[in-house]
């Protein structure tokens, strides 16, 4: 409960962040399509194959660990790719446990983009339970990972994983939430990840 009480604290504060505009979006890659086959005249020509129809995920969807987010369009000031890595869940005792993970993040624009991780990333819920879980010192210590608690800038076309932990209730089923605009603080929009891989596709559109 300690950890829900200071995270919400920290929440109704504005902090510092770049707000991220548009709608967050997973695309699967498509099969590569049929080379067109050669036939004789007069020959009866079969009726081509549909392609496929790309899959693809957006808001309020969850999206899944591993899967390539982009936010912004290809080509603007600001555009950002962020995956959920490395879920790992270690028992504490009791009904506690550390969840700890890792947010990979690409700035394919054109301007920095300032981040909060430790403030902007938090558990959203276990195993249908909901509430606000952030990363702290504690629960990073606690498995041996340094949580990246400071705000960062990445530049135009560099990338960085962030190491985060976070103490929670006993469970396995998480959904994880990321602020989309960290000025807004508890108001802002947010996106949300389960800890599974995706059942639909595997690989991501790249840019």
């Avoid at 067109?36 to 009866?44: E, I, N, R, S, V």
């Avoid at 899967?67 to 879920?87: E, F, K, M, Q, Y």
């Avoid at 938090?122 to 629960?139: F, I, N, P």
């Amino acid at each position: 409960m300690r950890y829900y009480l200071l995270l919400f604290i920290i929440l109704t504060i504005a902090c510092a962040g770049t707000p991220l505009i548009g709608t967050p979006l997973y695309t699967c890659p498509t099969d590569v399509p049929l080379p067109t086959a050669t036939t004789l005249a007069g020959t009866p020509v079969s009726t081509p194959r549909p392609q496929p129809t790309p899959f693809t995920i957006v808001p309020p969807q969850d999206f899944y660990a591993g899967d390539a987010v982009n936010i912004g369009t290809p080509n603007s000031d600001l555009r950002v790719r962020l995956h959920l890595l490395n879920v790992q869940i270690s028992p504490l005792g009791g009904d506690e446990q550390v969840v700890s993970w890792q947010l990979a993040v690409t700035n394919n624009g054109r301007s920095s983009y300032e981040i909060f991780p430790a403030v902007q990333m938090y558990v959203r819920m276990v195993d249908g339970v909901q509430g606000t879980w952030g990363s702290t010192h504690a629960a990073g210590e606690s498995v041996g990972m340094s949580v990246d608690s400071d705000l960062y800038q990445i530049r135009a076309e560099q990338s960085r994983t962030f190491n985060l932990a976070a103490i929670t209730p006993a469970g396995t089923d998480l959904q994880f939430a990321f602020q989309l605009d960290p000025t807004l603080g508890t108001a802002s929009p947010i996106m949300t990840w389960i800890n599974q891989t995706n059942p639909h596709c595997q690989g991501d559109v790249a840019l």
